[in-house]
């Protein structure tokens, strides 16, 4: 992790990581998506469950990394693994990953906040070491605008000292930020940020798989049935058995 990348992660609380991803690895991983986009939830492999109740605008869908070999390579990329690592300031483990698939009308409320401060979310920064309790890494497998409903953030709210005075509606918030992003970037934020999305008014569909790495000692998240499978370690490499981890 650069000086550059560490000034803005503690300044905005996010970084974008541009083409990380190969396209081989989208196109793979789009496939599978294709397959659960239309599939009953009571169809899902094990451990894959619904997060939230599916709607006409959005599909939530814990576990997707246990769901096909095509989302392994996201575990370790060097590039995304680099900035965890800094920002995380002790050892670190992948700590569960999840799917939304985002529709004409959808959004996602803004949500977390540096203050009042959240147990499993936390962010801080003493002498030149970030600690981010939970960092994750948000990967766009289609491409998606401000108007397709983008990733979006309050920079800076991971250090705030006093309570959102608005809402959770993204049109409520003025400081929000839209963080546009291509199929093969990451989107890297510590979870203290405020953060959620802009609605989606192209009627394109979007679709984001999300991979989220803990401080070591943090337990599987349990919110939204997220947790990894007693066989979570079968296929990985070595080095995938690392990051997933129990400290």
């Known amino acids: 992790m650069n000086d550059e990348q560490k000034y803005l992660f503690d300044l905005h609380g996010y970084i974008v990581l541009r083409n990380v991803v190969p396209q081989p690895v989208i196109d793979v991983c789009n496939t599978v998506l294709d397959r659960f986009e239309h599939m009953p939830p009571e169809e899902f492999p094990p451990p894959l469950v619904l997060g939230t109740p599916k709607t006409e605008r959005e599909l939530y869908i814990s576990n997707i990394l ?20 800094g920002v995380t300031g ?24 540096g203050t009042p401060i959240i147990s499993k979310c936390q962010y801080h920064c003493r002498n030149g070491q ?40 993204p049109n409520d918030n003025p400081p929000v930020v839209p963080i546009p992003a291509k199929a093969g970037d990451c989107i890297i934020f510590t979870e203290a940020l405020t953060h959620g999305s802009m609605i989606n008014v192209s009627g394109r569909p979007r679709r984001t798989v999300y991979f989220c790495y803990s401080i070591g000692y943090m337990p599987d998240w349990g919110g939204q049935g997220l947790r990894f499978s007693d066989h979570i370690m079968e296929g990985l490499t070595d080095a995938q058995r690392e990051v997933i981890r129990l400290k």
């Open 130 to 169: 970030m600690i981010s309790t939970l960092t994750k890494a948000v990967f766009p497998l289609l491409d998606c605008d401000v108007e397709d409903g983008c990733f979006a953030v309050i920079p800076g709210a991971h250090k705030s000292n006093f309570p959102k005075p608005w809402g959770n509606h």
């Open 66 to 85: 246990e769901s096909d070999p095509a989302f392994r390579p996201l575990i370790d990329l060097p590039e995304v693994l680099d900035i965890v690592a």
């Open 90 to 113: 002790g050892p670190y483990r992948l700590n569960h990953t999840y799917t939304i698939y985002r529709w004409g009308g959808g959004y996602t409320s803004l949500h977390m906040h």
